[in-house]
């Protein structure tokens, strides 16, 4: 589970190009764009720009460069030319990128246009819960105080955690073990070291945390239909904490989830990386 110098070195490649990505759909005007324009631009930016590929398609029969879920969609979300992005949205782009064989991971949460205060509310604890949980990561620390860091916050806000997906140990692979829960007991779980390389990636529900799958066996929505958010980063443990290999610009590093702004993996299972 552990990676050498050489290959966090491509890997911080791998995540310095994602988090590109993000800068650059940072400049585009998303409302009135589909959800899948939105995926055609990104994979062609990923192709022509970064001379990269994005792992999301053809991974597991997907036949998308990334996930768009938008309002109660939780993760997973397919895009469409019928769904267009409009004043009020919440919206997820889940996008991943291989370089040079090595996968990055990466998603932020948009805001479209004037959000209601309880929609902005829910993405802002969302990403201050990511950042809770990367601040958990440090060599000799548990899997467990990831999760812990993340249930505490969203609970203490009034908001629900979904179990259903996790984190999950990423290189050559999309998804390798450990599995990273975002909800848990502190000092339970596998022991961090150095090298370890990961995603973090709650998902928050305004209402309660279960969520069903929709008919095309990808969209996974709320079952109360509430409004769920969600960020995710690629971290590694390093010798003294943590190194997020798919920081963007507009972030602060470790202290971030404060002053930095808006922007799932598979279900859990025991033979699974999350």
């Not at 390389?197 to 990808?218: A, K, Y």
């Not at 509430?226 to 290999?245: C, I, N, P, W």
Request: glycine share 12%; hydrophobic share 35%.
């Amino acid at each position: 589970m552990t990676k050498t110098p050489a290959e966090l070195e491509l890997m911080a490649e791998s995540g310095r190009l994602l988090a590109s990505v993000f800068t650059w759909l940072d400049t585009l005007p998303l409302a009135g764009l589909s959800t899948l324009e939105i995926n055609d631009r990104v994979e062609a930016f990923i192709v022509d720009q970064l001379e990269a590929r994005p792992a999301s398609k053809g991974q597991y029969g997907y036949g998308f460069g990334l996930n768009s879920s938008r309002n109660h969609v939780v993760c997973h979300g397919v895009p469409s030319s019928d769904e267009i992005l409009a004043g009020g949205d919440i919206v997820n782009l889940d996008i991943t990128l291989e370089k040079n064989g090595f996968i990055a991971d990466s998603s932020k949460t948009y805001l479209i246009g004037a959000v209601t205060p309880a929609a902005r509310r829910l993405v802002t604890t969302t990403r201050e819960a990511l950042w809770k949980g990367i601040r958990a990561v440090r060599p000799g620390a548990r899997l467990g105080d990831i999760g812990h860091a993340i249930e505490r916050h969203a609970k203490q806000k009034g908001y629900s955690v979904v179990r259903d997906y996790c984190g999950h140990g990423i290189g050559r692979e999309m998804h390798e073990p450990p599995q990273v829960l975002h909800f848990g007991k502190a000092g339970t779980g596998l022991t961090l070291r150095e090298g370890m390389v990961f995603t973090i990636e709650p998902m928050l529900n305004q209402g309660v945390r279960s969520v069903r799958t929709e008919d095309d066996g990808w969209t996974v929505v709320t079952t109360d239909g509430k409004l769920s958010a969600q960020f995710e980063h690629t971290v590694a443990v390093t010798r003294d904490g943590v190194r997020v290999l798919t920081l963007r610009p507009d972030e602060t590093g470790p202290a971030a989830g404060r002053s930095d702004r808006p922007s799932a993996r598979r279900r859990v299972s025991p033979a699974s990386g999350g």
